[in-house]
Structures are given as structure tokens and as C-alpha cells.
């Protein structure tokens, strides 16, 4: 091969493969890192991203160059030179995938066997899925249960799902990973938040009706703020007077992604309008405090004419104290409405 040809396919490669790492870098396409693990999938992302813009640079000079000087002349209609094969060759392009393929697996599984590695000190959280909710579970904190994922930096923390009804998917985009939840299996997901700040969690499994509201928060704390927060709250279960806001069971738990409540700024469509709740109440014949009540911890036993059975999940788990702050709250704010 002339200097020049080899000099023509380098110039061309080099062009390709910076236009090429141009649109890599330059375009934000993963979202910020947020935990160990992610910071570890990104980096099997960029190492395989990085092989294919060498393969893609060589691809285009050599198709390049090949179309730039071999292209047939306009009145040639003769056949080609008969080539059969090249041991040589075809050595050559086996073996370099071969051994690019197989390094891109020894990291996936390097990386695959540190993320699952858990730490000292491991942080359980149970998490139930249900259409159309989450719900955390502390078991280190009497079984604390929250609709908010609340986790303290930098400590190893597995994630245990269950399913109540059908598969859904648990996504925190900045932490990495998804982990789909399935009935009757128990899957589970390792992580280390390694930044404090407030993530969206997203099913990401089509689910049903409710699919797209079924988002809540994971918010990252400091470790000191993490264990106050968990003090307070096993304090304020607990206790036998606690003062509860109705207003924050409301907002811990996710009912504002299905109702509508002017009093909470909430403006769901999925379920019964709760600012019409003493209407609501009159159709069941029901005294409006036992109507609530029923309709929270166990909503199939009386459904709203025009929506479905169940849609909305139970939440017979609410600890006494909350649910009895949530009824007072929505028979105030449904007689304001
Ligand atoms: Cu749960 Cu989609």
C-alpha cells in the first residue's frame, strides 16, 4: 500500500472517530450519577461505547476510501476480480471481536459482582409495589412504613420487593439500575447513594391504569439527618399521643397521585374526587367518618359508581395514628371544598 493511501485512510478514521466521540461526549445521554453502582454500569457504558467508535472509525475509512478510489467507471460493466477468501484475513476479524466481546464481558461481570458486593453495616428496606403505589418498609426502625424512599448517604442499602397484584418495575434513573418486582418472587437491589439530594422513583413496567402516576421520591439525607428523621418517626408511631398532621399522611402516602384535593394542591383523575367526599358519602349511605375510613384501608368493600375495583390499593398498614389524622383531615378539607 502507497504512504499516501495509508496516510488518506488515517486522516479519514481519525475525522470519524472525532465526530463520532463529539456526539458521545458532548450530548448529556445518561443522567447524573447518583450511587455507586451507576457510577460502575457508566463505566462499562463508556468502555463499550469506546470500542464502538474505534470499529466505527475503521468501518468508515476503509468504506470511504474504498468508494472515493475503486468505484467502477461509469461505462464499466465488467465483474470484479474473483477473490476467494483469505485465511490471513478472516484470522484477523475473528479474533479481534472475539477478543473485544470477550473483554466487554469480563468487565460487565466484574462490575455485575461488585454492585451485588454488599457493604458493612447494610441499611434493609422491604418495598412493596401495588397498582398504583410504593410503599418502604424500615424493619431497623420498628417497621416504619412511608410512601417517601428516605436513604442516608453513602451506606450499602438492599432494596427487597414485593408484589401485591401484578409485575411492576422500581426506577430511580440517577441510581442505575431497574429491578422489575414480580408476585410471588422476591427480587432485590443493591445500592450506595453516593449523593444527598431528591430523586423521582418511576415504575417502569406498563402496570395498568395508574401506571404513569405511580411515582414517588427517594431522598438522599446525611447520615445524621437520616437517623433523626428515623428517630422522630418511630417516636411520633409509637408514642401513644402523638400530634400527626392529616396533612402529611396525606403527602407521605401517595393518594395525591390519584385524587383530586384542593386542601393538599393534589389533582389526580384516577379515583373519586375527595373534595366531593361528603357527596360521596350521602350515595353509599354511609356516615361520612366511617365512609372514609373503610375507603382507605379497605377500598373494594364499597367502590364509587363509575370506577373500577381494585385500582386503589389498601392501606390497612397505615399505623392508627396516622389513618385517624389522614380521616379528620379529608372530612375538614371535603366540607371546605
Ligand atoms: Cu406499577 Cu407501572
Known amino acids: 500500500m502507497r504512504r499516501g493511501s495509508i496516510l488518506a485512510l488515517i486522516g479519514i478514521g481519525t475525522l ?17 450519577d447518583a450511587s455507586k453502582e451507576a457510577g460502575r454500569i457508566d463505566f462499562v457504558f463508556w468502555f463499550t461505547v469506546g470500542i464502538c467508535i474505534m470499529i466505527f472509525a475503521l468501518v468508515v ?18 465483474d470484479g476480480p474473483p477473490i476467494h477468501g483469505h485465511t490471513g484475513l478472516e484470522i484477523v476479524w475473528t479474533l479481534i471481536p472475539t477478543i473485544l466481546v470477550t473483554s466487554i464481558g469480563i468487565v460487565s461481570a466484574i462490575v455485575l459482582g461488585r454492585n451485588d458486593a454488599l457493604g458493612k453495616n447494610v441499611l434493609h428496606v422491604n418495598v412493596t409495589a401495588q397498582q398504583f403505589a410504593w410503599s418502604f418498609q424500615y424493619p431497623e426502625a420498628k417497621n416504619l412504613t412511608t410512601g417517601v424512599l428516605r436513604l442516608p448517604v453513602g451506606r450499602s442499602v438492599l432494596l427487597s420487593f414485593t408484589a401485591l397484584d401484578v409485575i411492576h418495575s422500581f426506577w430511580v434513573p440517577q ?19 453516593t449523593k444527598t439530594g431528591t430523586f423521582p422513583v418511576i415504575c417502569t413496567e406498563l402496570c395498568g391504569l ?12 446525611t447520615p445524621a439527618a ?20 392529616g396533612a402529611a399522611v396525606f403527602k407521605n402516602n401517595p393518594c395525591g397521585s390519584c385524587h383530586t384535593l384542593a386542601a393538599a394542591g393534589a389533582s389526580g383523575k384516577i379515583g373519586p374526587d375527595l373534595d366531593k367526599l361528603p357527596q360521596w358519602a350521602k350515595q353509599a349511605k354511609q356516615p361520612l367518618e ?37 380521616v379528620q383531615y379529608l372530612i375538614q378539607s371535603s366540607k371546605k371544598g
Not at 463529539?22 to 443522567?31: F, Q, R, T, Y
Not at 476503509?62 to 465488467?78: C, G, W
Not at 437520616?226 to 398532621?245: H, I, R
Request: glycine residues 6%; proline residues 11%.
Open 61 to 78: 475509512a476503509v468504506l470511504l476510501y474504498s468508494i472515493l478510489n475503486f468505484r467502477a467507471k461509469p461505462d464499466d460493466d465488467s
Open 226 to 245: 437520616f437517623n433523626k428523621w428515623l428517630k422522630g418517626q418511630t417516636a411520633a408511631t409509637t408514642s401513644p399521643n402523638p400530634t400527626v398532621s
Open 290 to 326: 366511617q365512609f372514609i375510613r373503610t375507603s382507605i384501608t379497605n377500598p373494594n368493600a364499597y367502590t364509587q359508581p363509575g370506577f373500577p375495583k381494585n385500582v386503589m390499593p389498601p392501606f390497612s398498614s397505615l399505623p392508627k395514628a396516622q389513618l385517624d389524622a389522614l
Open 16 to 32: 470519524a472517530g472525532g465526530m463520532a466521540t463529539a456526539v458521545a461526549v458532548l450530548l448529556p445521554w445518561l443522567p447524573e
Open 210 to 221: 395508574g401506571h404513569a402516576t405511580m411515582r414517588t421520591e427517594a431522598i438522599v439525607m
Open 175 to 193: 441510581f442505575g439500575q431497574k429491578e422489575d418486582t414480580v408476585p410471588g418472587l422476591h427480587t432485590h437491589l443493591h445500592i450506595t447513594p
